[in-house]
């Protein structure tokens, strides 16, 4: 079975630091573009980051570049999310999620997400 | 940045009936639209991919048409399952200005 299976969330202090893990079965995972999308309580889905499949292109959304670092170890299966100098507005559920593909114009939908892991920022 | 419009954010629908729904981007997109379902608690499912390409194991009554600014999800004929919130997410430009339209919630009428 495909599944991607995030843990790592919690509590945590407003400028304090959580590991996201995110481990992957069942499909290549080598082969795959990963990425992190979040969502706020009641409201939208936003892209994150992205990593391709060799970890040679990384992408951030401007709401977390300079604090948040993506990672996978494709040894693993595993994909990373280290999150820095949180924010109250950083709380969200997290989802990982798997790229199905992507053309010389653009990319194809999210084809594979994870149950979501929670991180809440609150003093 | 891309912005995603849904229309209407939400409707109220019985079984059978044929729903449609749209997403407008703010710029041209080609056919880089996706849409997913999401019941409450539970991740995002891909329903179609690059404007009407149906996602496998999804139901057939899912369809997607458009191209350019505006696309539409239509579900031919809605199902007890079906009664979900709808995100379009455009795909075209870099990977860190994907965008996500705000939703379109399906609810019971």
């Known amino acids: 079975e495909v599944q991607l299976v995030e843990s790592g969330g919690g509590l945590v202090q407003p400028g304090g630091s959580l590991r996201l893990s995110c481990a992957a079965s069942g499909f290549t995972f080598s082969s795959y573009t990963m990425n992190w999308v979040r969502q706020a309580p009641g409201k939208g889905l936003e892209c994150i980051s992205y990593i391709s499949s060799s970890s040679s292109t990384i992408y951030y959304a401007d709401s977390v570049k300079g604090r948040f670092t993506i990672s996978r170890d494709n040894a693993k299966n595993s994909l990373y999310l280290q999150m820095n100098s949180l924010r109250v507005e950083d709380t969200a559920v997290y989802y990982c999620?798997?790229?199905?593909?992507?053309?010389?114009?653009?990319?194809?939908?999210?084809?594979?997400w994870g149950q979501g892991t929670t991180v809440t920022v609150s003093s | 940045d891309i912005q995603m419009t849904q229309s209407p954010s939400s409707l109220s629908a019985s079984v059978g009936d044929r729903v449609t729904m749209t997403c407008r981007a703010s710029q041209s997109i080609s056919s880089y639209l996706n849409w997913y379902q999401q019941k409450p608690g539970k991740a995002p499912n891909l329903l179609i991919y690059t404007a009407s390409s149906l996602q496998s194991g999804v139901p057939s009554r899912f369809s997607g048409s458009g191209s350019g600014t505006d696309f539409t999800l239509t579900i031919s004929s809605l199902q007890p399952e079906d009664f979900a919130t709808y995100y379009c997410?455009?795909?075209?430009?870099?990977?860190?200005?994907?965008?996500f339209g705000q939703g379109t919630k399906v609810e019971i009428k």
């Open positions: 999620a798997r790229l199905s593909g992507s053309t010389a114009e653009g990319y194809y939908g999210m084809d594979v």
């Open positions: 997410q455009q795909s075209y430009s870099n990977p860190r200005e994907w965008t």
